[in-house]
């Protein structure tokens, strides 16, 4: 590839960059105290937070919870509707979880710890596809602010600081490579 063709992979690259940093949203699960993932205690109310979120394929949730209570597991609709927290899909066990969102429709999240399920440590919560408009708003233009923004209660910034930079950082090694 000759320099033309480098500078032509950059722009796109850069353009990839911007793209990805306005579209993907990494929300902090219920709330945006530290941990966010525990029994409901009044204070938080996964079921009620998830009807408020406008979560699309490529979005993530970033769950952070104490190891040794809780865990995050993703079921299907029977297990959620039954809490039947022994056939799960997937696991995260680590303390901090960062789920990233690859299919629309349905998701469905608990805790494995016994009887948190049924405590309501657990919710549903719809994925629209990547590019699709939300039901009830229209398409922002350029010059008014996008309505997403307002309404998002908790935004885990660095994870999406980590995504810019990562970007920033290659793009820094691809012009080098000029
Ligand atoms: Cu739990």
Same mark, same amino acid.
């Given at each position: 590839m000759g320099p033309r063709g480098l500078r032509t992979a950059l722009i796109g690259l850069n353009l990839l960059c911007v793209f990805l940093d306005a579209s993907a949203t990494v929300y902090n699960v219920g709330t945006s105290t530290m941990p966010n993932w525990m029994l409901p205690n $009044?204070?938080?109310?996964? #079921?009620?937070w998830a009807k408020g979120i406008t979560l699309r394929v $490529?979005? &993530?949730l970033y769950f952070k919870y104490n190891p040794n209570l809780h865990n995050v597991i993703s079921v299907n609709s029977t297990s959620f509707a039954a809490?039947? #927290?022994?056939n799960f899909l997937q696991v995260w066990d @680590? $303390? @901090?979880? #960062?789920?990233?969102?690859q299919e629309p429709g349905m998701h469905y999240f608990t805790c494995e710890a016994p009887t948190h399920c049924q405590k309501s440590q657990a919710f549903s919560i719809l994925a629209l596809a990547a590019? @699709? &408009?939300p039901p009830q708003a229209a398409p922002s233009n350029s010059t008014a602010p996008a309505p997403k923004s307002s309404s998002?209660?908790?935004?885990?910034?660095p994870v999406l600081l980590n995504s810019l930079m990562l970007c920033l950082t290659v793009l820094l090694l691809a012009s080098i490579e000029l």
């Open positions: $009044g204070s938080v109310n996964y #079921t009620e $490529g979005d &993530s809490c039947d #927290t022994k @680590e $303390g @901090e979880s #960062t789920v990233l969102i590019l @699709e &408009s998002v209660p908790a935004l885990h910034q």
